[in-house]
Nanobody, 126 residues
Framework: QVQLVESGGGSVQAGGSLRLSCAVS????????LAWFRQGPANAREGVAV????????VYADSVKGRFTISQDNAEKMLYLQMNNLEPEDTAIYYC???????????????????WGQGTQVTVSS
């Protein structure tokens, strides 16, 4: 079992920045996958960024490439999502997720993830 707790959401104006955090605990093992997903109003949950532990492979959705960065502090068991140049379209509930096996074909597919946090709200105003 893996437990995930997000924090760091809030409200920001377009062009601003936020950093989301996710505390990871439980039986992750030495090889696992952490990811950020989001779900906006009336939208399906979509993958944002993925990080493969320990090799460090990252995958980003096209909509956030160059603006968002996923990273980890392994010692502290924390996952981060640095979000820069935010746009109103980034408004959503952001979720941290985990799985044990990495498959590049399903990296951003929420159905492939077994463990989820409760989510944190990000609101970007124009």
């Amino acid at each position: 079992q893996v437990q995930l707790v997000e924090s760091g959401g809030g409200s920001v104006q377009a062009g601003g920045s936020l950093r989301l955090s996710c505390a990871v605990s439980g039986s992750t093992g030495s090889r696992y996958v952490l990811a950020w997903f989001r779900q906006g109003p009336a939208n399906a949950r979509e993958g944002v960024a993925v990080l493969v532990i320990p090799i460090g492979t990252t995958v980003y959705a096209d909509s956030v490439k160059g603006r968002f960065t996923i990273s980890q502090d392994n010692a502290e068991k924390m996952l981060y999502l640095q979000m820069n140049n935010l746009e109103p379209e980034d408004t959503a509930i952001y979720y941290c997720a985990a799985r044990y096996e990495f498959n590049a074909n399903f990296a951003l597919d929420p159905a492939a993830y077994n463990y989820w946090g409760q989510g944190t709200q990000v609101t970007v105003s124009s």
